[in-house]
């Protein structure tokens, strides 16, 4: 039996789209006068438009529209108001890469790995498509830095429940995958599950899913100095030069050492990360230099070894 909508239901469904129109037009003149009034401001988090309905705080977030997204906030939009696609408008805007927007939501309170219901999260798509600024910026406010996507990928035959770290390498992203290192990604990071999708798997390190992929030799060297296990990775030799070099780099570290300065390095940073402390190396009470040291900065001087 066909049922009538309730007509103040037609009116908040009108007054939702005009508050859309106006973010998508970028008018926050406009939107400022809407939300002057009650009527617009209990319709702030409905979801209208077309196509994937929204709030308009998504709508603002997936254009790029700062002051629209800043008058929003400041009248009390849900800052992780889910999308039919469990997209936050954190993501929404990591996805656009808009950095002021990504910063806005951040400083609101926005949850920076996005919704566990979506398949991914915005450091994900942050590493995949190669924005260091916006990566640092989630990672800063807490983003999990091993997160984990929902989607299995298929490499050299092998299943990989892929990760930030790996996304950045196969996508070529050097300055990504650095800053994830950086911040405490595991540089020995490989899908923890024995089966996917039904069929049995062999664990693959991302150092081996590197030297599958011919990510060359800058990759496998922030591996070997971050602490990734040399012994782990199964070494193919196929006929890519680049694949080659960076093969030769692995069999050397592994018959060569690592320095006392070296070992310390991963020591402490291994105890930083354990205690989510690894943002903190700046107000360890040591010399600047040893400081620099700890974050894989160049030195002008040598460390003793």
Not at 37 to 42: A, S, V
Not at 179 to 191: E, K, Q, R
Request: with cysteine; aromatic share 6%.
């Amino acid at each position: 039996m066909l049922q009538l909508r309730p007509v103040e239901e037609d009116e908040s469904a009108a007054e939702s789209l005009e508050l859309n129109r106006a973010v998508a037009d970028d008018d926050h003149f406009l939107l400022a006068e809407l939300l002057s009034q009650e009527r617009y401001r209990k319709c702030i988090n409905q979801q209208s438009g077309w196509g994937i309905p929204g709030t308009p705080l998504r709508m603002a977030a997936s254009k790029g529209h700062l002051r629209c997204l800043q008058l929003l906030l400041a009248h009390g939009a849900d800052v992780d108001r889910l999308d039919v696609k469990a997209q936050t408008p954190l993501f929404t805007a990591v996805c656009g890469r808009y950095l002021s927007c990504v910063l806005a939501l951040l400083r609101a309170g926005a949850n920076p790995n996005g919704s566990h219901l979506n398949n991914s999260s915005p450091v994900l798509t942050a590493a995949r498509e190669g924005d260091p600024e916006i990566l640092r910026q989630l990672l800063q406010h807490g983003a999990e830095v091993n997160a984990r996507s929902k989607v299995t990928l298929w490499a050299s035959g092998v299943a990989v429940c892929s990760g930030p770290l790996y996304l950045s390498a196969i996508y070529g992203h050097l300055d990504c995958f650095k800053m994830l290192l950086l911040f405490g990604a595991d540089p020995n990071y490989n899908s923890p599950e024995e089966k996917l999708n039904g069929r049995a798997t062999q664990q693959k390190t991302v150092m081996e899913l590197c030297l599958r992929h011919g990510c060359g030799v800058e990759y496998i060297q922030l591996l070997i100095d971050f602490g990734a296990n040399v012994y782990l990775p199964t070494l193919i030799i196929e006929k890519s030069t680049k694949q080659n070099e960076a093969v030769e780099l692995l069999l050397k570290e592994r018959g060569c050492p690592k320095s006392l300065a070296s070992q310390c390095r991963l020591t402490i940073r291994r105890h930083l990360i354990q205690v989510n402390k690894i943002q903190c190396l700046d107000s360890l009470e040591i010399p600047f230099r040893l400081i620099n040291y700890l974050k894989h900065k160049p030195m002008n001087t040598a460390l003793v070894h």
